[in-house]
């Protein structure tokens, strides 16, 4: 068996500011062609698990914009490109960041998306514009997505997974009522700190939420399906009956391409 294929994303988190040395691995020995793919899915569907244990299995780099914002918050003003100040600005005032924005933070890490060995998009494209500007950069390189993975699962079964969970006020480890409790209750099993259930954990914020996130999404969907790339994948069950489903998802994608 080969050893897991380790990326090192500090290109993707970074920016343009990144050591030029640490670029994302190369395709792997004995893997014609890299696996790219965009994970979509509501809140609360389990994409960033799902996209934790596809990077084990296929050896693709997990791109997440997600993790950009967390990781510039955290960086120095200087360090920041003028597109993640103001996608950071925006953000501050709880406003939405506007596709132009989010777009010039992705164009600016487009060597993880078109120069290593396969990747794994979460948290973009969400919107219809978003992913007509990936396809344009894609095609102008000759690339293709493999498969856009769109997990599903029914309002009132991802308000429940959501609203269940409880997140620790120190270390940010998260718990959830019925399907993982803590076994000290109100505390966190790891470092003992409070648990509590975040804002926009509560039911209300939730439906709102998910409101926003069928409004943006539906297009995009239709958008994929017409380019013959939606692959719906099912997301009841444990993470690892979840992965079966998408691993099974994407061979039958793998094949269409074959015959295609």
């Not at 990326?7 to 640490?22: F, H, K, T, Y």
């Not at 856009?148 to 079964?157: A, G, K």
């Not at 480890?173 to 803590?182: G, I, L, N, Q, Y």
């Not at 998910?210 to 539906?218: K, M, N, Q």
Request: some cysteine.
């Amino acid at each position: 068996m080969n050893a897991p294929i380790k990326n090192d994303r500090i290109e993707w988190l970074q920016g343009p500011s990144a050591d030029g040395a640490a670029k994302c691995s190369s395709v792997p020995a004995g893997r014609k062609n890299p696996w790219r793919l965009v994970l979509l899915g509501a809140p609360g569907v389990g994409k960033g698990t799902q996209a934790e244990l596809l990077t084990e299995r296929l050896g693709a780099c997990h791109l997440s914009t997600g993790d950009v914002f967390r990781a510039a918050s955290k960086r120095k003003d200087c360090d920041q490109s003028p597109a993640m100040v103001a996608a950071l600005d925006y953000m501050r005032r709880g406003e939405l960041v506007p596709d132009s924005t989010v777009w010039e933070m992705v164009r600016e890490r487009s060597h993880c998306i078109l120069g290593c060995g396969g990747f794994i998009l979460d948290g973009f494209p969400r919107t219809l514009g978003q992913a007509e500007s990936l396809k344009e950069l894609m095609e102008t390189e000759s690339i293709a997505l493999s498969a856009v993975v769109n997990y599903e699962l029914p309002l009132d079964e991802i308000v429940e997974r959501l609203s269940g969970r409880r997140t620790c006020e120190q270390c940010k480890a998260v718990f959830h009522v019925t399907e993982r409790p803590s076994k000290g209750g109100a505390i966190c099993d790891r470092c003992g700190g409070r648990l509590y259930q975040r804002e926009d954990d509560r039911p209300e914020s939730i439906t709102v939420r998910l409101e926003a996130y069928e409004r943006s999404t539906a297009p995009l969907i239709q958008f994929y399906r017409n380019l013959g790339v939606l692959t719906p994948v099912v997301a009841k069950g444990t993470p690892d009956e979840i992965l079966g489903r998408t691993m099974k998802g994407l061979d039958r994608a793998n094949d269409r391409v074959k015959t295609a």
